[in-house]
């Protein structure tokens, strides 16, 4: 009874507390610009299906997408565990499901240990990788600090559950010889059945049972710390990533955003729409985006959704010709951003986020030189497992910098005043759209 008391306060506060914290990333995220997403429902959920599901992205380099996949589904599936680990903390019972369930349960928890066992080598290559490889992916600037703390804690974090199945299946398959009355069969399990006796054969039955409650509660307090620290994590992805790419824009890849103010500006000009159309006594609003406020709230999600993999990084041109920018580092200070512009309304409540003023920009995070690097090529797009955009963002930005505030590089201004007033970017006087006359 005591247990199930102390199962009761720890999971449902627990679970409270995440539920908070999950509210409040809901709340960061509806600090962006409303954006209306259209498009077919149809191709948004084949497109979750694949590629967040399914994670179709990541086949491009088929062994490390096996090795993350085989982690994924162990986490998936094991879900399905916790459903009879919260039954049985609650009502006092142990392995409830199992005589309900019969063979089938034999099923599920083989196929949970089969999967889990590829997920231990899988995670110990991942922190291989991490601490020792260190691929150049991993180690530039903006994984210096927490975002390499963050990744190696996590798969530490998967090491301590697995060692909380290992201990829980492991001990129980030879308890259920001792204690049949208590320990209900669960038939053979496919690894249990053999590490069981190899681990802990020689115990007594009270130090198996310390083993077994040691294993149970080891894992549902890992699996309760992690839905906790989700929200501070780049791993949120789990989460996000669903939503992510079910927002995702259907357009064609090279298709960008046009600004409708400047588009019917220029219409009107050419003679296309009637002033009057083009609604040219209004006042123009501000371009583009100089905080996280100006953004649109797909973009947070997508900075919050964001895996910290690198993909973008490694793919991106100008990176590679050693530009400052980092597609993976934009999304970053977005998020880092956004948390900031959060905690600050969180203390001046009665400021809307529009009027937010800290004193600070996305500028301070995102330097000029990074927005100019960028060459629209849309290779980050193309990369990101997860359809994040970090093109958009950046255009909004430098949209900002050029419009907004008339700034820019020195060599981009003679362009900008040639397709001014010649509708070219060369300074020719004659109409680009004169060989199109037939006179
Ligand atoms: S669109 Fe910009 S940020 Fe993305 S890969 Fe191309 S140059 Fe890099
Ligand atoms: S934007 Fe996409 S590709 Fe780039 S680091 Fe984030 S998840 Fe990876």
Not at 19 to 37: D, M, N, T, W, Y
Not at 196 to 215: A, I, N
Not at 306 to 313: D, H, I, K, M, P
Request: a negative charge.
């Amino acid at each position: 009874m005591i247990q199930q008391i102390l199962f009761i306060v720890i999971a449902g506060g627990a679970l409270l507390f995440a539920a908070r914290q999950f509210l409040q990333i809901k709340k960061k995220i509806s600090l962006g610009q409303p954006e209306e997403i259209k498009g077919d429902t149809g191709e948004r959920i084949k497109n979750v299906l694949l590629i967040a599901l399914g994670q179709k992205k990541m086949f491009k380099q088929w062994v490390p997408a096996l090795m993350h996949f085989a982690i994924y589904a162990a986490f998936l599936i094991t879900q399905i565990e916790l459903l009879e680990i919260f039954f049985d903390g609650v009502t006092g019972a142990h392995r409830a499901f199992a005589p309900a369930l019969g063979g089938f349960y034999t099923f599920v928890i083989s196929t949970i240990e089969v999967l889990t066992f590829f997920a231990f080598f899988a995670t110990i290559i991942f922190l291989v990788r991490r601490t020792l490889v260190k691929p150049a992916r991993f180690t530039q600037t903006e994984m210096q600090g927490w975002p390499a703390r963050d990744g190696i804690l996590i798969l530490l974090g998967e090491l301590v559950l697995i060692a909380g199945i290992v201990c829980m299946n492991g001990a129980d398959v030879l308890l259920q010889k001792l204690d049949p009355a208590h320990y209900p069969d669960t038939g053979t399990l496919a690894v249990s059945s053999w590490l069981g006796p190899l681990l802990f054969g020689g115990l007594s039955q009270q130090s198996l049972v310390v083993v077994e409650r040691f294993g149970w509660w080891l894992h549902i307090l890992t699996v309760l710390a992690f839905l906790n620290y989700l929200p501070i994590s780049k791993h949120l992805h789990i989460v996000l990533a669903f939503f992510n790419v079910y927002y995702s824009r259907l357009k064609p890849r090279g298709e960008m955003e046009n600004m409708p103010e400047i588009m019917n500006e220029v219409k009107s000009m050419m003679g296309l729409i009637e002033a009057s159309e083009a609604d040219m006594g209004a006042e123009l609003p501000e371009f583009g985006a100089k905080d996280v406020t100006g953004l649109s709230w797909k973009t947070l999600l997508e900075a919050y959704s964001c895996t910290e993999c690198g993909r973008c990084t490694e793919q991106c041109p100008a990176n590679l010709t050693g530009k400052k920018l980092s597609p993976r580092k934009i999304m970053m200070d977005i998020r880092d951003r956004t948390d900031e512009v959060a905690a600050g309304l969180a203390v001046s409540e009665a400021v809307a986020p529009a009027d937010f003023d800290d004193g600070k920009s996305l500028f301070d995070y995102i330097a000029s030189e990074e927005l100019h690097a960028c060459t629209t090529c849309q290779a980050c797009v193309e990369a990101c497992p997860v359809m994040i955009n970090p093109m958009e963002p950046i255009l909004a930005l430098r949209r900002y910098e050029i419009l907004t505030e008339s700034k820019g590089p020195a060599d981009w201004i003679p362009m900008f005043t040639s397709v001014e007033n010649n509708g070219a970017v060369w300074a020719v006087a004659d109409p680009r759209d004169g060989w199109t006359r037939e006179d």
